[in-house]
């Protein structure tokens, strides 16, 4: 059964009338999260008309903050699981809406999973019904714990079905399946992303992923908390470089075949991130070793020759860079500055 819409701040549709059709009104679902704030943001900065469909799980109201006010901005409070407002007219959806970080998906695995499945079939009837070009924030965990090394999009994934992860893993790639069906069968225009770890300012200080982690324990002087050796790999992107590859990504004049990878193909061992980042914030913390997760990916890594060939981008801001701005911004969340200023 469908839950009440609590409207925060909603004006009629405009229907598709004007004439710039492809420049018109974008729903984008998981709007007042990490990434799909930041999205929203660029959406209304190139003239869209935007809506942000959230249910603020993990996402919160105060990083939709500096656009509330934009008359072309509309947040509507919904769970996608949920079906979805019928008058809803929209010309292209992002599709952004769940956990992505392993507590937060596995505190309730089967909402997770839901999520990914019920709440991306909901947005695909929505993107049938008013013929909107729809956008799928996959992930590179449709990889697993992968045997391929960097990994292209040709590779099927080493993904354990039963997991802890699995709910987020097997939920992304039933998504990616059920995306390509609608695709097949209804000849709709799809853009499905395999997003790499992505970090920067608008994360959760209590997120729980890695960068945020790091950057908050050494900001608070406690020890950061490295997950096993710490010689397992990831390849960091800043935010501000994954938005550029969605909006590419969603413009480009051929949907392509498959799903396209976007991140950055620079690797890190987690030991290397945790010394920058007491590097970086010239912090007192030490560093300890935790219990790994079960299933944690040893390694991982993003071909992105489709992206730089297809679509003309790559990532521009390297791991300091980004990790200043990171740094920064927690900084200015959590003490007013004060450890950039002191540094
Ligand atoms: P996030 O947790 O900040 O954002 C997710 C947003 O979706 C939140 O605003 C949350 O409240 C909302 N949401 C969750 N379940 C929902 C539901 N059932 N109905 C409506 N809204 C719901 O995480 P993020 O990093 O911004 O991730 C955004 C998307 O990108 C996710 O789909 C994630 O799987 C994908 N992704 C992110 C990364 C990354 O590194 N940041 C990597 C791979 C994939
Ligand atoms: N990790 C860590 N300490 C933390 C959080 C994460 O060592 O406080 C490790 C985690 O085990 C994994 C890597 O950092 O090997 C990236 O974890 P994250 O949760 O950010 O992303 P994912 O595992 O989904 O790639």
């Known amino acids: 059964m469908s839950k009440v819409v609590k409207v925060l701040k909603l004006r009629p549709a405009t229907g598709r009338t004007g004439g710039n059709r492809n420049r018109h009104r974008a729903l984008v679902a998981g ?19 935007v809506v942000a469909l959230d249910n603020f799980h993990t996402g919160k109201k105060y990083n939709l903050n500096a656009i509330l006010p934009n008359q072309k901005f509309t947040c509507v409070e919904h769970d996608v699981v ?19 970080s392993p507590p937060h998906y596995q505190a309730d695995p089967i909402h997770t999973f839901k999520t990914s499945v019920i709440g991306s079939l909901n947005l695909l009837e929505l993107a049938r019904r008013h013929n909107a070009k729809i956008f799928q924030a996959s992930t590179s965990e449709v990889y697993g ?9 040709s590779y099927f994934g080493n993904v354990n079905p039963h997991g802890p992860r699995s709910c987020y893993d097997e939920g ?9 069906d609608y695709s097949r069968m209804f000849g709709l225009d799809i853009r499905v992303a395999r997003i790499f770890n992505t970090y920067g300012r608008r994360m959760q200080p209590d997120d729980g992923r890695v960068v ?3 950057v908050v324990q050494a900001l608070r002087g406690e020890d950061l908390t490295v997950y ?89 801001i390297s791991l300091t860079q980004g990790l200043a701005h990171t740094v920064e911004y927690f900084d200015a969340l959590l003490y007013g500055g004060h450890h950039v200023k002191e540094a």
């Open 31 to 49: 709007g007042a999260g990490f990434l799909g704030s930041h999205l929203c943001e660029r959406l209304l900065l190139d003239g869209y008309e």
């Open 82 to 100: 949920d079906a979805l407002p019928s008058d809803l007219h929209v010309d292209e959806i992002y599709n952004l809406a769940c956990p992505a």
């Open 145 to 153: 714990d992968p045997l391929v090394h960097p990994q292209p999009e």
């Open 172 to 180: 992304k790639r039933s998504a990616e399946t059920l995306f390509f």
């Open 212 to 214: 945020s982690n790091f």
């Open 228 to 316: 096993g050796s710490g010689q397992q790999t990831r390849s960091f992107c800043y935010v501000d470089d994954l938005i550029e590859g969605f909006v590419r990504l969603m413009n480009a004049p051929q949907a392509p075949l498959h799903p396209v990878n976007l991140g950055n193909p620079v690797e890190f061992t987690i030991m290397e991130l945790a010394t920058l980042v007491i590097e970086y914030t010239k912090s007192g913390s030490k560093i300890v070793h935790r219990p790994l997760p079960v299933d944690d990916p040893r390694q991982r890594r993003p071909d992105i020759s489709f992206a730089r060939e297809n679509l003309g981008w790559q990532p521009r």
